[in-house]
């Protein structure tokens, strides 16, 4: 009973995420060659179009690159927001104990590869890449792990997941406070407020998903207009959305046994339709499923298909076109730095903090992980993949050589942090029946 209520939707979730990390990187394979190809210039012309509104007292107008970063990018961080808020509630970092082993291995995974990039680099206008090799990305490693089948236990994955997701935390901290710049304090004040409105209405059990959804629009405008990235508001938009059902799985059950006897005892028609008190027993059904529901799982459910399965693909496709015979040139001192952070700052500091701080007896490595598991998911945490790309863009927002040498950076020292991790993982771990999903 307990496997099927916890760890069965884990393992869908990790399903999820490894096969959106195969269109992730499918994606970003067909950016590099549309972005190299003789219709490079389309690929260029299609992320620089212009949309959006435009009237006398406003104007919302940006290029489609833009609307990808900025917008989707909002809801991919909104999701995140969803499951860190879900995972500090319910889930794998609810308590100290549980915590303290991701924790420590994310600490590791962005502080080394940070210390790693400001010692490598040499030129004073690259400095503030410092954050980029510091995320994980959940779907392109979870893909990796998928790959190698039933070697896995299953608790190497909830580790690997677990530490990402404390990554994500720090990402979005750096994000919003070290790129963040030329502040409106009035439109974040206006925002800040109506976020107040909002977790004030959760906090008394008042909820409207539309209502949730039109005040998120206003508030993304606000931080967009404000000059701290919107995709923050994502996040603080998340945390609005309450965890807890408004019925007891008690109360839940009783109805649900009386309204299924209403309609085994409804009229049953000779045409393959309903009859109005099945109908209306049906409605009721409905009404009593919203309630027991939990808003915030729900809303998860809901949106991660659409950023796995699109949102996060388009994003690759949109930013991983760089091209190789770019007429600026490639500031290679700039990806090398990247690449070398990625690969070994990550499996480095991973490795060798969690070993000491379980050597110290200050964290409990489960008995099913192996020290060479834990080098080789720390090397994993190398695939910098969307959150890399995205603190990229911030960091050299003025400089497109730089951007472009960052992702050729960021590409190499995933693909080759992903091999590494694998090779590791696949030479160490025997394959095991009970690892099946």
């Not at 990402?171 to 502040?183: E, G, M």
């Not at 952070?341 to 409990?364: A, D, M, P, Q, R």
């Amino acid at each position: 009973m307990i496997q099927k209520v916890f760890i069965s939707p884990f393992q869908r979730f990790v399903k999820i995420e490894s096969l959106s990390g195969i269109l992730l990187f499918c994606a970003a394979v067909i950016a590099v060659i549309w972005a190299n190809s003789p219709f490079s210039e389309s690929y260029t012309d299609l992320w620089n179009f212009k949309i959006g509104i435009s009237s006398e007292n406003f104007e919302l107008q940006k290029p489609l690159l833009l609307w990808v970063n900025d917008g989707f990018m909002a809801i991919f961080f909104f999701l995140i927001g969803l499951e860190i808020k879900r995972e500090l509630l319910i889930g794998e970092l609810n308590s100290v104990k549980k915590m303290a082993f991701p924790f420590v291995a994310a600490l590791g995974g962005m502080l080394i590869p940070m210390f790693f990039f400001m010692f490598l680099n040499a030129n004073p206008e690259t400095s503030n890449g410092w954050g980029i090799p510091m995320a994980t990305d959940i779907a392109f490693s979870l893909a990796v792990l998928k790959l190698l089948g039933n070697r896995i236990p299953l608790s190497l994955k909830i580790f690997l997941t677990a530490f990402a997701i404390v990554d994500d935390i720090g990402a979005v901290l750096v994000i919003a406070v070290f790129y963040t710049n030329n502040i409106a304090i009035d439109m974040l004040i206006y925002g800040a407020v109506l976020l107040l409105v909002l977790y004030y209405l959760t906090y008394k059990g008042i909820y409207s998903k539309y209502f949730l959804f039109g005040t998120g629009i206003i508030v993304w405008v606000l931080f967009l207009k404000s000059g701290v990235h919107p995709t923050i508001a994502g996040i603080l938009l998340a945390f609005a959305v309450p965890i807890r059902q408004r019925i007891s799985t008690k109360t839940f059950v009783s109805n649900l046994s009386s309204i299924t006897n209403k309609i085994q005892k409804g009229v049953i028609e000779d045409e393959p339709v309903l009859s109005k008190e099945q109908i209306a027993e049906i409605d009721n059904l409905e009404e009593w499923t919203d309630k027991f529901q939990s808003p915030l799982q729900h809303l998860e459910h809901k949106l991660h298909d659409w950023v796995a399965y699109f949102i996060i693909p388009i994003f690759a496709l949109a930013n991983a076109g760089v091209s190789l015979s770019s007429d600026a040139g490639i500031d290679t001192a700039l990806a090398l730095n990247i690449t070398l952070c990625l690969i070994f700052g990550n499996s480095i500091g991973i490795t060798t903090l969690v070993l000491l701080t379980n050597k110290l007896k200050i964290i409990e490595i489960p008995e099913d992980i192996s020290k060479a598991q834990i080098l080789g998911v720390a090397c994993l945490a190398g695939i910098g993949f969307t959150m890399a790309i995205f603190v990229a863009s911030l960091a050299f927002s003025d400089t497109p050589i730089y951007v472009d040498s960052a992702k050729i950076g960021i590409l190499a020292g995933s693909m080759l942090s992903a091999l590494l991790g694998y090779t590791i993982l696949r030479i160490t771990s025997k394959p095991n029946p009970k690892n099946d999903d």
